[in-house]
């Protein structure tokens, strides 16, 4: 299990600290399994798998390879989803990244996640608000944050799916 100093002195690598130059599929397990594994400790199966990258290509949720490499764009995209994946369905999560994909660069929208979600993890860990004794009542309204904040993000992703089809019929 996760300590709360691992939380908090967590650091999501930003797009210029994947490798530049192209990986093949056991060294991209590596590379995402070391960077989510804080946050997959304590589920009982393997949080990165060939088979789980092999049926995102199969569902068109990312780009194949090339010649079985795999490029930072890949190491971008895999991070996010798994990451994302227990707490949002594959197709909101493909929806969220095509989003911002359409408005900024890659780059600019990955390492905007990552800003985001170092913000949140501090904001959600933070000492001050947080001791390690919880009420029941604090496990409660976390629990019920969890699904609020879980239905806006579906909420914010299929509105701006919305837009984009209205957008694009006009």
Known sequence: MFTLEDIRNYHCPRWKDWPSIDLYMDQVISLIEENVSPFYEDLPAKAVTSTMINNYVKQKIIVPSKNKKYRREHLAYLYVLFLLK?????????????????????????????????????????????????????????????????????????????????????
């Open 86 to 170: 227990p707490v949002l369905s594959l197709t909101d999560i493909s929806n969220g990244i095509s989003f911002m994909q359409n408005n900024q660069t890659n780059e600019v929208s990955y390492n905007l996640f990552c800003d985001e979600l170092e913000a949140a993890l501090a904001m959600a860990f933070d000492e001050k608000e947080h001791s390690i004794e919880r009420r029941p009542g604090d496990i409660i309204q976390t629990i019920a944050l969890a699904f609020a904040y879980t239905l806006l993000a579906r909420y914010y992703i299929a509105s701006q799916k919305e837009t984009v089809t209205n957008d694009a019929e006009k």
